[in-house]
């Protein structure tokens, strides 16, 4: 039986990470620019705090899956660079949880962004994603 956890609008995490050469765009094949934060990195890094804000309270047979993100990513951070991602939930509409993200570098902001979530079975998703092997 699925027990809701209690969210709350306003619920928050923040997470950092240091950016290294794995984050450039040339490793993503994003761009020709090896020296700065790939977008496909800015992105990847956001769904991670997104994720363990809202699967962080959820029971072992439940996680999130991501439906929908939308991110703009503002300005350049050289690797080297210590980006915090913070997240935010912005609204809760029965299984579906609205975040809305920050990323910052030390020198200010770098991208911003809203992503949702969807909490649903892991069984029942497995199930329905080995349906669709096509065989």
């Known amino acids: 039986m699925f027990i809701r956890p209690e969210y709350q609008v306003g619920d ?8 290294t050469d794995d984050d450039a ?7 020709e620019l090896d020296n700065m934060l790939a ?7 956001m ?16 996680t999130s899956a991501g439906l929908e993100v939308s991110v703009r990513h ?20 029965g299984n579906h949880i609205r975040l809305d993200m920050e990323a910052y570098d030390e020198m200010g902001i770098i991208g911003t962004g809203t992503h949702e979530r969807v909490i649903v079975n892991r069984a029942g998703m497995k199930a329905k994603a080995v349906s669709r092997i096509v065989r």
């Not at 765009?25 to 761009?31: F, P």
């Not at 503002?74 to 935010?88: A, E, Q, R, Y």
């Open 12 to 19: 928050t995490i923040t997470i950092q990470k240091r950016i």
């Open 25 to 31: 765009a040339l490793t993503y094949g994003s761009g």
């Open 39 to 45: 977008t496909p990195s800015l992105v990847a890094l």
């Open 47 to 62: 769904i991670e705090a997104s994720s363990k804000l809202v699967d962080s309270r959820l029971q072992n047979e439940y």
């Open 74 to 93: 503002l300005n350049p951070s050289p690797i080297g660079n210590t980006v915090s991602m913070k997240v935010t939930i912005r609204e809760i509409e």
